[in-house]
């Protein structure tokens, strides 16, 4: 399946071959429309359909982002999937998905400026309200003074609010002796140096431990390492000192933007940023897992007959993994989940495979495990995701390459019902000197550091949410938030990262995976 990036001010033409995908239908003098759906969802009677031109076997489509003129194009307006339905001359229709399209800056939106106070009284908002003598805290004592004492503050509290004599400090102590939102929750931290706080510092001044102090958890299990790419942040995840159980419960804060940036030139940078945007959606698949069920399971999984062969490779998870070089190699799985996330290996310009999946006998995607990987990790692995099961379903993955080249696969992730919240962080990007401080390169620039930002924002948006993205950057001040280096946040950076992570992570719903 091709994936197009359009930038939410793209208008692009994109071209789809149809006889691939509709092998049983005589596409002369057939017609072809395409429909745009959520990552995961099928067409329906509902569905809209837009006509196109069916031309040599395949099909042009222009599509335009969401703030582009979508005059004469289909409209994108957050990453999604590309569907066409074909209609023959002798009335037969088939529909099949034929693409993704990633919306970069696209998907949830972000919170409002960070860090600032939002009031609401008597249904007014705003960083700064001004009462009325109707409005709690401007009135008499009376019937709105009385509503206040269900906010946990007691009478004499809410006399005092009520006659506009109340105390800074009297409302103060009235808000902290509410629990914290998350309270009883473990928070688990993955990524750089600046989730370690190695900096100059006390401790609990650093970004992971005020999160987990300001959410009222329980405990910090920092995972984070100095120098970790979002390529390495996925395999410590599956072969390091935090590797990932599946069906754990918590918030997860993941931050590895800068060191992907701080790394590149101009040979590595476009590879690192398909590396970067796969390492995170596999990332987000094992953290929302409730198994990772092994390659050499028997049970609801079939692996076609002396064409798979254990072998070893220095990121393993599980002690094994299987590779196939046949052409029509498959693995056949027979699962009730809604969900399920295929797990390959993909390495950086080596012979491996592309793959076909097909769900209850119907082509669902392809896929190659080539050049899909971040030039940081010698191996990386990666996720296919099947999504929107119902009922009893059957996925085949097939080798769907020349025979000789590789496909490795390590077993399936079932997606758990209730998934662990994650707030990924973006990175303020820091001037020149700070992200060149492995040397100058054209690539490490706040620009394109910005681009890294976009891939984590559209990436996050195919998932639901409790997958939610902290973007510090409205409030931070390179020159008065970053150490000597020009590159890591001192304290007040940090706190300044920590407040943009807080403001995630109390959006979450704690009756989900956050609570043990």
């Not at 009385?146 to 007691?154: E, K, R, S, Y």
């Amino acid at each position: 399946m091709s994936v197009l990036e359009l930038s939410r001010v793209d208008i692009i033409d994109e071209t789809y071959p149809l006889t691939p995908l509709f092998p049983g239908l005589n596409l002369a003098g057939a017609t072809v429309s395409v429909a745009v759906l959520a990552v995961g969802r099928k067409p329906t009677a509902a569905t809209v359909w837009f006509p196109q031109t069916l031309a040599a076997g395949s099909v042009t489509v222009r599509l335009a982002g969401p703030d582009a003129d979508s005059t004469g194009a289909v409209a994108v307006s957050a990453t999604s999937e590309l569907w066409a339905k074909v209609t023959t001359a002798d009335g037969q229709v088939d529909a099949a998905k034929i693409g993704r399209v990633n919306v970069l800056g696209g998907g949830q939106p972000l919170a409002a400026p960070l860090g600032i106070p939002v009031v609401s009284v008597n249904g007014k908002t705003g960083s700064a309200l001004s009462l009325t003598a109707t409005d709690v805290g401007a009135d008499a004592a009376g019937a709105a003074a009385a509503a206040t004492t269900a906010g946990a503050l007691d009478a004499a509290t809410a006399t005092n609010v009520a006659s506009g004599a109340a105390t800074s400090a009297a409302l103060r102590a009235a808000f902290e002796r509410r629990p914290a939102p998350l309270e009883g929750t473990i928070v688990r931290a993955y990524g750089d140096s600046f989730l370690v706080d190695i900096m100059n510092f006390p401790t609990e001044q650093g970004i992971a431990p005020l999160v987990a102090s300001r959410v009222g958890a329980t405990s910090l299990v920092n995972g984070a390492i100095g120098g970790t790419t979002m390529g390495q942040a996925l395999s410590g995840l599956i072969d390091g000192p935090g590797i990932w159980t599946p069906g754990t419960h918590g918030l997860v804060i993941l931050k590895a933007v800068v060191n992907s940036v701080a790394n590149v030139d101009a040979a590595s940078d476009a590879q690192e940023k398909i590396g970067f945007a796969e390492a995170l959606r596999s990332i987000l698949c094992i953290l929302r897992s409730s198994a990772w069920v092994n390659e050499d399971v028997t049970t609801n999984q079939t692996l076609s007959a002396g064409q798979w062969a254990p072998v070893t490779v220095p990121i393993i998870r599980g002690g094994s993994i299987v590779k196939a070089t046949q052409n029509g190699a498959t693995v056949t799985i027979t699962t009730t989940a809604s969900e399920i996330d295929l797990t390959m290996l993909t390495f950086p310009n080596a012979a491996t495979a592309k793959f076909t999946v097909t769900v209850n006998g119907a082509y669902h995607g392809s896929g190659t495990t080539q050049n899909q990987g971040s030039p940081s990790t010698s191996y990386h692995h990666m996720v296919y995701r099947v999504t929107g099961l119902t009922g009893t379903s059957t996925i085949v993955l097939t080798h769907a390459d020349t025979t000789g080249l590789e496909l490795y696969y390590d077993g399936f992730l079932t997606a758990s019902p209730q998934p662990p919240g994650v707030v990924v962080c973006l990175d303020a990007p820091p001037a020149a000197a700070g992200l060149q401080i492995n040397g100058a390169t054209a690539n490490r620039t706040a620009a394109n550091l910005d681009v890294y930002n976009d891939l984590i924002v559209g990436v996050c948006s195919e998932f639901d949410g409790l997958v939610r993205v902290a973007d510090p950057r409205p409030r931070f001040n390179n020159a008065n938030d970053r150490v000597a280096d020009l590159l890591h946040p001192n304290a007040i950076g940090a706190a300044k990262y920590a407040d943009a992570i807080y403001a995630q992570a109390i959006l979450l719903p704690a009756s989900e995976g956050l609570l043990p």
